[in-house]
C-alpha cells in the first residue's frame, strides 16, 4: 500500500505502508524505508531539472523572437533605403547589398511618405525589443531627424565564451561608441550571426540535456522494476505490482513535459537553422558519432612493426658507421640529435595521450565534454597510437637514409640538410589546409597554442591551461627545437657559424628564456582565470609557477654541481654522446610522469562534474535581460 503526502505543498514524498504479509518486518521495513529514499530522491531530482529545462527553453524562445524582429529590422530598413532591394526583400536572412563593404549601417533621414507606414512599423518593433530587453545605445539622449524620429544604436552582446572574442568584444564596443554611434544606426551583420550561432548552440545543448534527462527517468524505471524483482525471488512474494504502480504514477516517470519540449526544439530549430529540411536538422540535434575502423588498428599495427624494423636496422647501420662511438666526431650528435630528438619526445607524449584516452574511455570519464571537443572530429586512442606510430616510423626512416647517404661519401653539409628538411614537412603538414590527415585536431591544437602564447588576453579554458602544463614538461623539447632553428639559419642564410649555436652568448639567453617561457604562461593564465573567476586560489597557483620560475635557473646549476661531485666520488667520466643520450633518458621520464599524472587530472575534473551534475554546457544568450543594467 502506497501513501502519498505532501512537502512545503511543493513535492510529493512516498512512504510504504506494510501489510501483515512478511514474518520478517523488520528487514523488510528498512527494505522499503531505503527504496522510498531512492525514489524520492530520483523524483525530486528530475522535477528539478525539469523545470530548469522549461524555463531554458522559454529563455531561448523568447531570444530567438528578439533575433527574428532585429532581422525584420533590417529587412524593413534596407527595403526603404534600397529601390533595387524591394522585390527581394524575402530572398534570404541577409538581404544582398550592392555596396560591397555594408555592414547594415543605416540613417534615419529624409524619407518620402510611402515608408512612414514602415516606419512606424519598425518603430513598433523596436519599442517591443526594448521591452523584451535589447539595449540600444544611448537610448535618453539619442539625436532625432528632421522629421523628429529618433537615431539610435542597437547593441547586441556577445560574451566572450571563448578566447578569440575576449579582445574583440572589447574593441567592438569601443568602435561602435567613438566611431559608429555619432553617424546613426548601427547593426553588424557579424554580431547578428554571431547572436544566430548562439542561440543555435544553446538549442542544441537543451536538446541534448533533454535526451540526457529521458534517459535518466528510463533507466531508473528500468532499476526500480529490477530491485522489485529481485525482492520478489527472494521473499517469495508479490509486492512489485503495487509499488511498480505508484512508480509510475510518480512524477519523474508519468510527465510528458520533456518529450514535448523535446519535439517543440526540433520544430523549431528545422524551421529557423534547417530551412525546414528535418534531416539537416537532426545532424545537429542528434550527431552521429564514428565508429572505430579496423583499417586504423591494422595501420597501428603495421607502423608499429616498420618502427621496429627499421630501429633494428638504424640500430645496425650506426654500428657499422661508428657514429656512438667516442673517437668518432661530435658533429652528427649536435646537427642531427636535436631534430630526432624533437619528434621522439613528440611521438612518446602523444603515446601517452593515447593511453589517457585509453583509460578515460575504459573508466567512462567524459573527456569530451571536459575538453569541450566535438565527439564526430575528436581523436580517439587508436588514432593518437597512430598518429605516434607513423611519425616515428617516418622519424627512423629518415635516419636511416641519412646514415646510408652518409655511409656513401655524399658531402655532410648536403646530408644534414635531411633533419631540416624532415622538420619543415612536419610543420607544414601541421599548417596544411586540406582536409587530410586530422585536421580539426591539427587546427585545434594551433589554437590553443595561440591562446597560451597570448596569455593572459584570451580568457582560458580547460584544454588551454591544460596544453600549458605540458610544456612545462617539454622544456628539453623547446630548447632542442630552438638548437634545430639555429641551424637551419646558419645553414641557409648563412649568418652566423653553426657552432655558436651550442656556446653562443645569445644563444644562451635565449635558452634561459624559453626555460621559463611555458611557466611564465601558466601563471599568466592563473592571473587571468584569477581576474575572471575573482578566486584566490588562482593566485595561489600563479605562485607556484613563479617560483618554479626562479627555480629554473638555479636548478641548471645545481645539476651541474651534483653531478660534478657524482663524478669526483665515483670516478666515472660521461662522454658527449653518452650525456645527449642522458639528457635525453630523463626527458622521456618526465613526459611519462605527466601522461600519469593527466589521467588523475582530468578524472579529478570529471568528479567535480559528477557532483555538481555538469553533464551540458551553458551557452551564454546574446540579449540582456530586462533588469540587467547597460
Known amino acids: 500500500v502506497r501513501k502519498k503526502t505532501k512537502k512545503d505543498s511543493q513535492e510529493e514524498i ?25 525514489l524520492n530522491k530520483v523524483n525530486q531530482f528530475y522535477t528539478r531539472q525539469e523545470s530548469e529545462f522549461v524555463e531554458r527553453g522559454e529563455t531561448l524562445n523568447k531570444q530567438l523572437q528578439i533575433l527574428h524582429e532585429l532581422k525584420e529590422i533590417i529587412t524593413d530598413r534596407r527595403r526603404k533605403n534600397s529601390p533595387s532591394s524591394k522585390g527581394n526583400s524575402n530572398g534570404g536572412i541577409f538581404p544582398h547589398s550592392p555596396a560591397r563593404d555594408s555592414d547594415y549601417s543605416e540613417h534615419y533621414g529624409d524619407t518620402d511618405e510611402t515608408n512612414s507606414e514602415i516606419s512606424s512599423q519598425t518603430e513598433e518593433v523596436i519599442t517591443t525589443l526594448e521591452k523584451n530587453g535589447v539595449s540600444f545605445v544611448n537610448s535618453v539622449t539619442r539625436t532625432k531627424t528632421k522629421k523628429g524620429k529618433p537615431k539610435m544604436a542597437m547593441r547586441i552582446d556577445v560574451p566572450a565564451t571563448n578566447p578569440t572574442r575576449a579582445i574583440t568584444a572589447i574593441t567592438s564596443m569601443l568602435w561602435e561608441d567613438l566611431v559608429n554611434n555619432p553617424t546613426g544606426d548601427f547593426i553588424h551583420k557579424r554580431k547578428i550571426q554571431c547572436a544566430e550561432k548562439m542561440i543555435r548552440s544553446a538549442f542544441v545543448e537543451l536538446y541534448r540535456g533533454l535526451g540526457l534527462l529521458k534517459t535518466y527517468s528510463s533507466l531508473n524505471m528500468v532499476a526500480f522494476s529490477k530491485i522489485l524483482k529481485k525482492f520478489d525471488k527472494v521473499s517469495c512474494q508479490k509486492a512489485s505490482a503495487n509499488y511498480l504502480k505508484e512508480v509510475k504514477r510518480s512524477h519523474f516517470v508519468s510527465s510528458d513535459k520533456v518529450v514535448r519540449l523535446m519535439d517543440e526544439v526540433e520544430s523549431i530549430f528545422t524551421k529557423h537553422f534547417a530551412n525546414n529540411d528535418r534531416k539537416k536538422a537532426m545532424k545537429f540535434l542528434r550527431p552521429q558519432q564514428h565508429k572505430d575502423s579496423h583499417m586504423v588498428t591494422f595501420l597501428v599495427g603495421l607502423s608499429t612493426g616498420c618502427f621496429v624494423s627499421l630501429f633494428c636496422v638504424y640500430a645496425i647501420l650506426a654500428h657499422l658507421c661508428g657514429i656512438f662511438s667516442p673517437s668518432h666526431e661530435p658533429a652528427y ?30 573508466t567512462r570519464i567524459n573527456y569530451n565534454f571536459i575538453f569541450e571537443f566535438s565527439p564526430s572530429t575528436a581523436l580517439k586512442h587508436r588514432d593518437a597510437f597512430l598518429i605516434s606510430t607513423t611519425l616515428m616510423t617516418t622519424v627512423v626512416g629518415a635516419m636511416v637514409i641519412h646514415l646510408l647517404l652518409r655511409a656513401a661519401g655524399f658531402s655532410p653539409t648536403h646530408i644534414d640538410a635531411v633533419p631540416g628538411i624532415l622538420l619543415m614537412f612536419f610543420i607544414a603538414l601541421l599548417i596544411c589546409p586540406f582536409d587530410i590527415f586530422y585536421r ?14 597570448c596569455s593572459p588576453f584570451y580568457k582560458v579554458l580547460l584544454v588551454d591551461f591544460f596544453m600549458a602544463d605540458q610544456l612545462t614538461s617539454q622544456i628539453p623539447l623547446l630548447r632542442h627545437l630552438e638548437t634545430t632553428g639555429c641551424h637551419l639559419v646558419a645553414r641557409v642564410f648563412k649568418t652566423h657559424h653553426p657552432e655558436t ?24 593564465q592563473c592571473v587571468r582565470r584569477w581576474f575572471d573567476d575573482c578566486d584566490v586560489n588562482h593566485l595561489a597557483n600563479m605562485g607556484k609557477y613563479v617560483s618554479a620560475m626562479v627555480a629554473a635557473g ?14 669526483t666520488i665515483m670516478h666515472f667520466k660521461v662522454g658527449h654522446v653518452q650525456s645527449r643520450l642522458l639528457d635525453f633518458l630523463l626527458a622521456a621520464l618526465e613526459v611519462i610522469r605527466r601522461g600519469h599524472w593527466n589521467f588523475y587530472r582530468l578524472e579529478n575534473e570529471h568528479l567535480n562534474n559528477v557532483g555538481h551534475y555538469r553533464a551540458v554546457k551553458t551557452v551564454p544568450l546574446p540579449f540582456r535581460e530586462t533588469d540587467s543594467d547597460y
Open 14 to 38: 512516498y512512504e510504504t505502508e506494510l501489510a501483515q504479509l512478511f514474518s520478517e518486518e523488520d528487514e523488510v521495513r528498512v527494505f522499503f524505508v531505503r527504496l522510498d529514499e531512492e
Open 333 to 362: 650528435m649536435e646537427t642531427v640529435y636535436p631534430v630526432f630528438s624533437v619528434f621522439a619526445l613528440l611521438s612518446l607524449h602523444l603515446f601517452m595521450y593515447g593511453c589517457n584516452l585509453y583509460m578515460w574511455k575504459n
Open 440 to 453: 580539426p585536431t591539427r587546427y585545434c591544437f594551433l589554437r590553443v597554442l595561440r591562446n597560451i602564447a
Open 501 to 524: 649555436c651550442h656556446s653562443g652568448r645569445l644563444y644562451m639567453e635565449i635558452t634561459y628564456i624559453i626555460s621559463f617561457l611555458p611557466y611564465y604562461w601558466r601563471a599568466m
Open 554 to 567: 638555479a636548478r641548471a646549476l645545481n645539476v651541474v654541481l651534483r653531478v660534478t661531485w657524482v663524478e
